[in-house]
């Protein structure tokens, strides 16, 4: 049975005690600390979106389309009454709530990956870890509860392959491949900060201790500035995959027993297509705006998607997650789960695990202060007849 609500009285018992909690509760407040408080290059890589940052905005701005239509005299909100736990993709949640594959974390605090490993495990929600993050999947895997490993295809077939098998090796319990991110979108942030932090070595930990990536290069990256600097260079020629396609996804079901789940898909047809390769997820997402702005908020994308192949595959959602009402709306449009992305990277950087901690409790108190209110005891309660405008 879920308690995610009892944060509740644990911040207004702790304010009795003349204790305010040192963290904003809102996605907001912690953008707006995080803007005060971090360093502008390391706050502006989790901020920035692509270009005007328009479909950054629109994200959030899609939510206000739907409104929750709460039922009353259910007893959904007596203690104990809600158990908002999901199983997807074989995977057991406490909530429908994983962290979204965030990279190169090492940036806001310097055991990043870890701190979210420790905590989402605490916490029973999943975690994503990123091909792009600062510490190893083996590293992620001894401490993670319920992860999944996000590929980031390399060029270098072995290389993708390499990783797949060290992430089923170290435990992960599903494979995510991102499929928008075949370059990095235009970013004006970086770009006016000259920033971009794999050049100065930041974020390739999983390229560094693979024995594919090692065998490319002359001497060991550890072995001195100029190696690390050609380590650096074979990564830039090695990240990004111009050629991946369909039949790549039915490759990757070759290689692991896992699930797949293809993230950043916004076309029904390509939802169709990856599902017709074998893929058992896609993960509806517009990378948070970061690759392609002008291009439809992900929300808009999603009850299209679900209609095209809710039927075959799980259909999961991603980018402008802020409250506990938009995971309520997003799984009433038929999302199985979320992935939760900036605000709890905002609090790893303001508080290390406590700020992390901080921001998953906030969003899980919410979605499970409204779902109780809404006369709602579980996720099964969530359809397109909680939304006022599908009556
Ligand atoms: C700083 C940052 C780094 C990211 N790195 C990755 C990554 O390595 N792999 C990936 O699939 N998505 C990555 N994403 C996208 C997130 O997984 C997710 O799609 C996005 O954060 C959702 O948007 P939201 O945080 O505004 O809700 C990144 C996003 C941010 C903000």
Known sequence: MSSFVDFQNEIYL????????SLPITAAGLQERAREVLEPAAFNYVAGSASAERTAHSNLVAFEKYRLLPRMLRGASA???RDLSVDVLGTHLAAPILTAPIGVLGL???RGETVVADVTRELGIGMVLSTAASSTIEEVGERAG??????YWPNDMELARSFVERAEKSGAKAIVVTVDTPALGWRP???????????HGQGIANYLSDPVFRAKLAAPPEESEDAMRAAILTWVGTFGNHGLRPADIHRLRDWTELPIAVKGVLHPDDARQCVDAGADAVIVSNHGGRQVDGSVAALDALPTIVATVGDRADVLFDSGIR????????LS????AVLYGRPWAYGLGLAGADGVR???RCILADFDAAMGLSGCTGVSDLSRTMLSSYR
Do not use: C
Not at 146 to 151: G, I, K, R
Not at 333 to 336: M, P, Q, T
């Open 146 to 151: 319920d992860w999944w490993y996000q590929l």
């Open 333 to 336: 449009l038929g999302a199985k």
């Open 323 to 330: 409250t506990g009402s938009d995971v309520m709306i997003a």
């Open 108 to 110: 806001l605090h310097e």
């Open 14 to 21: 702790s304010g009795l005690a003349g204790k305010v909690p």
């Open 79 to 81: 203690p104990g009454a």
């Open 358 to 360: 901080h921001a998953l």
């Open 189 to 199: 942030r970086d770009l006016e900060l000259g920033h971009l932090p794999f050049l």
